[in-house]
């Protein structure tokens, strides 16, 4: 009992230092929440991919099965335009807040330096450990590969190559993310231009409306490879952007809570599966943005998105996604040949029981030793002066 005890303090000890540090009167948990789930589709997804290759069976097979098994997890990429509408309602609420109630303008400096130290550091060191294993276990040249790893630690993988760097694939979306983080400041400033509500929502939904097209080019796109750019996009962050203006202006609505909410968002949640493929996005966008405001209202979504450890995992998400692709191809080699059933879907899952908690134990150190104190906005000040501190003593 005693063992028992101290097992369970020291898992304690550990799980309280995947807290992010929070402004307790900013923090939204059911927004890490829903990170969680957009975390976990995306893994899910490329868990299915790894182990269907890796045993040779074609996990694209009854994908047209309506409601199947494969028809759900093949879909479980949505995840990444989860992360878009969150991305578009976190980056916006600070600039709305301004527009709409008069509080102090976001300072553009404070904005572009808070996404450097936020997010490079993790970025850039996982892109480098990623690439080196990489090109061991392919027994690659180093500097013969070397242009995906510069252009995909410049963001600009796709545009020069068309397609998404092959030692992580999933960091063609950060690309779209910097594009958005980039134009987000003037994007919010022209739809606030004339301050007045009915041009706004005029021009979000014009802009919505080209970027939708334009992902339906999808052809097209590619072949200017722009079709992983913000142009197909915008869209999803736009969703964001009305999320982010309930908040503000009718966060009593968003407060309210009723169970009738929960049946619209857990039929909202199926929707994104099925309108996910289709190349007309106006329903995806349509259902996400029901999804987003019922993680507010739903009781029972709600109540979910705000456990301590869903909206802690949902904290650690860029770690995750950085990591879990390049993991799951690692660790998978030392399950893959596990078979209990002759279902490949139970076999499935029983890889998801075996790899998605190892993989959340390695990104979770990941998380404490390097993206965790990045997210101190002082940090390199800090630095720079421990740096100093070392300098002197051993001068």
Not at 107 to 128: D, G, H, N, Q
Request: net charge positive; with cysteine; charged share 15%.
């Amino acid at each position: 009992m005693l063992y028992f005890n101290r097992l369970q303090a020291i898992i304690t000890a550990y799980f309280s230092k995947l807290q992010r540090p929070i402004n307790p009167q900013k923090f939204i948990a059911c927004i890490d929440g829903f990170r969680f789930f957009a975390i976990f589709t995306v893994c899910l997804l490329h868990l299915n991919n790894y182990y269907g290759r890796s045993i040779n069976y074609d996990y694209y097979q009854g994908v047209k099965e309506i409601n199947s098994c494969s028809w759900f997890i093949n879909r479980c990429g949505l995840g990444v335009e989860l992360f878009f509408a969150i991305s578009g309602f976190v980056i916006a609420l600070p600039f709305f807040m301004h527009y709409l109630e008069g509080t102090k303008r976001p300072s553009l400096k404070s904005y572009f330096m808070r996404r450097i130290t936020r997010l490079e550091v993790p970025f850039l060191l996982s892109c480098l450990l990623i690439y080196i294993a990489y090109i061991v276990v392919s027994q690659l040249n180093f500097f013969n590969e070397i242009g995906h790893l510069l252009s995909t630690m410049t963001y600009t993988h796709v545009f020069f190559y068309g397609n998404w760097p092959p030692f992580n694939p999933v960091t063609w979306s950060l690309e779209t993310e910097i594009q958005f983080y980039i134009i987000a400041p003037w994007l919010i400033r022209f739809l606030f231009m004339g301050n007045n509500n009915i041009v706004r929502y005029i021009k979000m939904l014009l802009l919505a409306a080209i970027t939708l097209f334009l992902k339906s080019r999808h052809a097209e796109m590619q072949t200017l490879h722009l079709h992983f750019s913000i142009l197909s996009f915008l869209h999803y962050f736009l969703v964001g952007f009305v999320i982010a203006e309930l908040y503000i202006r009718r966060k009593e609505f968003l407060n309210k809570r009723h169970i009738i909410w929960d049946a619209i968002g857990i039929y909202c949640f199926y929707a994104l599966f099925k309108y996910a493929w289709i190349s007309n996005q106006t329903y995806f966008c349509i259902s996400l943005l029901f999804l987003f405001i019922c993680i507010f209202k739903g009781p029972f979504l709600n109540w979910i998105c705000t456990r301590k450890f869903i909206y802690i995992v949902g904290g650690m998400c860029y770690t995750i996604y950085l990591l879990h692709y390049p993991l799951l191809h690692f660790t998978g080699k030392l399950t893959s040949s596990i078979h209990f059933f002759d279902s490949y879907y139970q076999n499935l899952m029983i890889q998801a029981l075996l790899l998605l908690p190892l993989i959340l134990i390695i990104c979770s150190v990941f998380f404490i030793l390097i993206e965790k104190p990045c997210m101190d906005k002082n940090w390199p000040q800090k630095l720079w002066i421990l740096l100093k501190k070392i300098k002197q003593s051993n001068s």
